[in-house]
């Protein structure tokens, strides 16, 4: 398959500005791996193979994927090896990432946390939510600065293990946490990433963007600080310097502007009772937002770790006045350092955070469409050897999900090869399914690969599920119609 130039919804944004079609190839996932070093010729080999196995079928287990034991036992002894990290598998991935943003210009970077949780004893796990054992992952997804929000892969990522917690009261707790040097907090995480991404990039044209977690007054001062440019939803309540009113009652002092309506996607309920206050479930519809903004100038938290006192900030709040029958009102308050003086600008910094949604469409991908959680692997270490193993192939389902659910015009012969749109013709065909049409454009491709997958259209847009099916059968069919193309091709050429 190949990404040529397209265009996202009825304002024609161009998904690939500023990156060639190499630059976005979907049909060699080796290049994501390009010059991995494992510190052993054979080791990036096997890499290589692997990475190639398993992105054709990624949401099957390893040993069907690795039908032969001798394949699969060097996988898991490549996955265990004392030598190999998780930071060597994934560098190639991050310095592509890098690459990407650079050439299409300004990027986002969004930040967010999500959890890895495993059935039964796993060696190095620690605790995640009541009982379970996993890990957690900070990543750092690389997404275009434009409307289409195309997401470029991972930037940065940061591991880690929760330590148990004692019994202790709620109280005694809180005075441990104020204790706690923040280096050794959790929420340190959020500002070694942002510094550390940033880092890769040559130039400033980076935006982070963060949700809720990160509003920590230390992480802003900390980022303003370093020079980096950031959007991060907060709390309208937060106190203004020297015992000012809220940032709420200051926000209530400037008129609203109508500002847009908005398409919202769904949210499914998490597990937690904390994201569920925070991050409450909703169908996916419409909002119709009003818009302000004010200068804000936030006052330092009474047991903050910081020497500074103050950080003057912008604040753009989007609320939406008459939300649906039964449905939670749109309410962002988002904290920058980005100007905001007009319509314009203040426009800008929520379309920084819209981008964040992409990378809870990417957890899914690694969750749903890969099945990391689902591995059957004995130890931390060879886990997020995994993870590291799995990123780009979950980067490149987003990218593929993202092109599928677009409103695209453009024929499909300028993402797909010509052999692939004739292979799936015939399948569909076969299956009875409905017809590719005949000027077949990118959409048509992508929603003919969710039927074989087994898709209803009655059903909305696909899934990663259904998705990873169809393409799976795209690729093996595909591989079949090329060499029986080579093999006719040899014995014309016996003929003559």
Same mark, same amino acid.
């Given at each position: 398959?190949?990404?040529?130039?397209?265009?996202?919804?009825?304002?024609?944004?161009?998904?690939?500005?500023?990156?060639?079609?190499? &630059?976005?190839?979907?049909?060699?996932?080796?290049?994501?791996? &390009?010059?991995?070093?494992?510190?052993? &010729?054979?080791?990036?080999?096997?890499?290589?193979?692997?990475?190639?196995?398993?992105?054709?079928?990624?949401?099957?287990?390893?040993?069907?994927?690795?039908?032969?034991?001798?394949?699969?036992?060097?996988?898991?002894?490549?996955?265990?090896?004392?030598?190999?990290?998780?930071?060597?598998?994934?560098?190639?991935?991050?310095?592509?990432?890098?690459?990407?943003?650079?050439?299409?210009?300004?990027?986002?970077?969004?930040?967010?946390?999500?959890?890895?949780?495993?059935?039964?004893?796993?060696?190095?796990?620690?605790?995640?939510?009541?009982?379970?054992?996993?890990?957690?992952?900070?990543?750092?997804?690389?997404?275009?600065?434009?409307?289409?929000?195309?997401?470029?892969?991972? %930037?940065?990522?940061?591991?880690?293990?929760?330590?148990?917690?004692?019994?202790?009261?709620?109280?005694?707790?809180?005075?441990?946490?104020?204790?706690?040097?923040?280096?050794?907090?959790?929420?340190?995480?959020?500002?070694?990433?942002?510094?550390?991404?940033?880092?890769?990039?040559?130039?400033?044209?980076?935006?982070?963007?963060?949700?809720?977690?990160?509003?920590?007054?230390?992480?802003?001062?900390?980022?303003?600080?370093?020079?980096?440019?950031?959007?991060?939803?907060?709390?309208?309540?937060?106190?203004?310097?020297?015992?000012?009113?809220?940032?709420?009652?200051?926000?209530?002092?400037?008129?609203?502007?109508?500002?847009?309506?908005?398409?919202?996607?769904?949210?499914?309920?998490?597990?937690?009772?904390?994201?569920?206050?925070?991050?409450?479930?909703?169908?996916?519809?419409?909002?119709?937002?009003?818009?302000?903004?004010?200068?804000?100038?936030?006052?330092?938290?009474?047991?903050?770790?910081?020497?500074?006192?103050?950080?003057?900030?912008?604040?753009?709040?989007?609320?939406?006045?008459?939300?649906?029958?039964?449905?939670? %009102?749109?309410?962002?308050?988002?904290?920058?350092?980005?100007?905001?003086?007009?319509?314009?600008?203040?426009?800008?910094?929520?379309?920084?955070?819209?981008?964040?949604?992409?990378?809870?469409?990417?957890?899914?991908?690694?969750?749903?469409?890969?099945?990391?959680?689902?591995?059957?692997?004995?130890?931390?270490?060879?886990?997020?050897?995994?993870?590291?193993?799995?990123?780009?192939?979950?980067?490149?389902?987003?990218?593929?999900?993202?092109?599928?659910?677009?409103?695209?015009?453009?024929?499909?012969?300028?993402?797909?090869?010509?052999?692939?749109?004739?292979?799936?013709?015939?399948?569909?065909?076969?299956?009875?399914?409905?017809?590719?049409?005949?000027?077949?454009?990118?959409?048509?491709?992508?929603?003919?690969?969710?039927?074989?997958?087994?898709?209803?259209?009655?059903?909305?847009?696909?899934?990663?599920?259904?998705?990873?099916?169809?393409?799976?059968?795209?690729?093996?069919?595909?591989?079949?119609?090329?060499?029986?193309?080579?093999?006719? &091709?040899?014995?014309?050429?016996?003929?003559?």
């Amino acid at each position: 398959m190949r990404l040529g130039i397209l265009h996202i919804s009825s304002e024609r944004h161009d998904l690939t500005r500023g990156m060639t079609a190499d &630059a976005l190839a979907l049909d060699d996932i080796c290049k994501e791996f &390009a010059g991995v070093d494992l510190g052993d &010729a054979r080791r990036n080999a096997r890499l290589l193979k692997v990475a190639k196995r398993v992105s054709a079928a990624p949401a099957d287990s390893f040993p069907k994927v690795l039908p032969s034991d001798s394949e699969l036992e060097a996988l898991y002894r490549l996955l265990r090896n004392d030598a190999v990290d998780w930071e060597a598998i994934l560098a190639p991935h991050v310095a592509a990432t890098v690459q990407r943003g650079v050439a299409q210009g300004l990027t986002r970077v969004v930040h967010d946390t999500t959890d890895f949780v495993f059935s039964g004893d796993r060696d190095g796990m620690g605790p995640v939510i009541g009982q379970t054992k996993g890990f957690f992952g900070h990543f750092a997804l690389a997404v275009s600065g434009d409307e289409a929000r195309v997401p470029l892969g991972v %930037a940065g990522l940061s591991p880690w293990v929760r330590r148990p917690r004692g019994r202790a009261p709620l109280n005694q707790r809180k005075m441990d946490a104020r204790r706690t040097p923040r280096v050794e907090k959790e929420s340190y995480r959020w500002e070694t990433l942002a510094k550390a991404t940033s880092a890769r990039f040559p130039t400033t044209d980076v935006v982070h963007v963060m949700d809720q977690e990160a509003d920590d007054f230390v992480l802003m001062a900390e980022m303003l600080n370093a020079g980096l440019r950031f959007v991060i939803r907060g709390s309208r309540d937060r106190l203004l310097y020297r015992e000012g009113p809220s940032v709420a009652s200051q926000l209530a002092a400037t008129d609203p502007v109508v500002f847009r309506t908005v398409p919202l996607s769904m949210r499914e309920a998490h597990r937690s009772a904390k994201q569920r206050k925070a991050h409450p479930p909703r169908r996916e519809r419409e909002a119709s937002l009003c818009l302000r903004w004010t200068a804000v100038e936030l006052d330092k938290p009474q047991h903050a770790q910081s020497d500074i006192d103050a950080v003057l900030l912008w604040a753009v709040e989007v609320f939406e006045p008459s939300p649906p029958p039964d449905e939670v %009102a749109i309410s962002w308050t988002l904290f920058t350092n980005e100007v905001v003086d007009d319509v314009e600008s203040a426009t800008t910094v929520v379309d920084h955070y819209r981008a964040r949604w992409r990378i809870e469409e990417y957890f899914r991908a690694l969750k749903q469409g890969c099945a990391l959680q689902q591995r059957q692997l004995e130890s931390y270490g060879t886990i997020t050897n995994a993870l590291a193993l799995f990123i780009p192939i979950a980067w490149r389902l987003l990218l593929l999900r993202s092109v599928g659910q677009a409103d695209i015009e453009h024929p499909a012969q300028e993402m797909f090869e010509s052999d692939e749109v004739e292979t799936l013709r015939v399948l569909l065909d076969h299956k009875g399914c409905r017809p590719l049409p005949a000027a077949a454009t990118v959409r048509d491709m992508m929603l003919a690969i969710a039927q074989l997958g087994g898709h209803i259209k009655n059903n909305g847009e696909p899934g990663w599920i259904v998705l990873g099916r169809g393409f799976e059968e795209l690729l093996k069919a595909t591989l079949v119609w090329r060499a029986a193309e080579a093999a006719a &091709a040899k014995r014309r050429g016996r003929k003559m």
